[in-house]
């Protein structure tokens, strides 16, 4: 038997809502049954509009944050015809993209645009500006983006309103749970320039960050989320990637049934007794008070 351990908060955040109607439905389960305490929203996506309403019900019975995430690949971006970003109306592949941005081509203000514009997008469904921002597929990290993310929520809101998700995760912690290692370290330290422009601003984030992985069969999610768990941050954050397969998504996102295997286990008590093992709890950002 686990010895339990005493209980403190931890972030368990679902990204990709409003994706596809599979995930955003699983996703809503999933805060209903206080498995999640965070879901990062697709504001970009057609379903989002659609979603928001039914995520707002859900979160007024079981509170849980709600937030941004930033889309800059793979899909059509809202701010219409974006010079030297989306070409033929679809924003980059991700390795296009991060070549560009490494090498300091990226357009800054066809990106600060799409910013504003996804915001924009988010506030008017959800009727009140995000609890947080992040990025599909770690997109708020890159160079030139970090920066328009910064200054428009310094812009947008009151010092403290909005939190960012940071990236960054100590390498010992990642060495140690030996998963998607180059991955975690290669995200880490792109993770690190946002870090420091988000304290300079005033901008509160989290303390550890984990969830990191290839999506294949082996190792079960199970194994994989007490990685997660066991070696966390003191402000620590973990993402996952819950949903069901249906064909909106198929047609739009190659992550497909690996989704169902976190969904299962999220939904499991496995995943309730894992958490109290590790002595944690889902909370919400503010759990973690104000403190950048």
């Given at each position: 038997?686990?010895?339990?351990?005493?209980?403190?908060?931890?972030?368990?955040?679902?990204?990709?809502?409003?994706?596809?109607?599979?995930?955003?439905?699983?996703?809503?389960?999933?805060?209903?049954?206080?498995?999640?305490?965070?879901?990062?929203?697709m504001s970009g996506l057609p379903d989002w509009r659609r979603a928001a309403g039914e995520l707002r019900a859900v979160v007024a019975a079981t509170p849980a944050?709600?937030?941004?995430?930033?889309?800059?690949?793979?899909?059509?971006?809202?701010?219409?015809?974006?010079?030297?970003?989306?070409?033929?109306?679809?924003?980059?592949?991700?390795?296009?993209?991060?070549?560009?941005?490494?090498?300091?081509?990226?357009?800054?203000?066809?990106?600060?645009?799409?910013?504003?514009?996804?915001?924009?997008?988010?506030?008017?469904?959800?009727?009140?500006?995000?609890?947080y921002v992040d990025g599909h597929q770690h997109v708020h990290l890159l160079p030139g983006v970090r920066d328009a993310v910064v200054a428009e929520l310094r812009r947008r809101y009151p010092a403290g309103r909005v939190w960012?998700?940071?990236c960054v995760e100590a390498p010992d912690r990642s060495?140690?749970?030996g998963i998607a290692t180059g991955k975690?370290?290669?995200?880490?330290?792109?993770?690190?320039?946002?870090?420091?422009?988000?304290?300079t601003a005033g901008l509160p984030m989290n303390e550890g960050f984990s969830g990191l992985h290839d999506f294949s069969a082996a190792p079960p999610f199970g194994e994989r989320m007490r990685r997660f768990l066991a070696d966390t941050g003191p402000r620590p954050l973990v993402h996952v990637h819950p949903g069901r397969v249906d064909a909106a998504l198929i047609a739009c996102d190659p992550l497909t049934t690996p989704r169902e295997a976190e969904l299962a286990y999220l939904a499991s008590g496995e995943f309730v007794a894992d958490l109290a093992a590790a002595g944690l709890y889902p909370a919400r950002f503010s759990a973690f008070g104000r403190e950048a």
């Open positions: 038997m686990r010895e339990l351990l005493p209980a403190r908060p931890i972030i368990v955040c679902a990204d990709d809502y409003g994706l596809a109607p599979g995930v955003s439905a699983a996703i809503a389960e999933l805060i209903a049954a206080g498995r999640l305490s965070a879901t990062s929203c944050d709600v937030g941004l995430h930033l889309t800059l690949t793979d899909h059509a971006p809202l701010a219409g015809d974006l010079h030297g970003l989306a070409a033929g109306g679809r924003l980059p592949p991700l390795k296009r993209l991060l070549a560009r941005t490494l090498a300091r081509h990226l357009p800054a203000a066809a990106v600060a645009e799409e910013v504003r514009a996804q915001l924009d997008a988010f506030e008017d469904a959800w009727g009140a500006p995000p609890d960012v998700r940071n060495l140690r749970r975690a370290l290669f995200i880490s330290a792109l993770g690190r320039g946002l870090r420091q422009q988000a304290r």
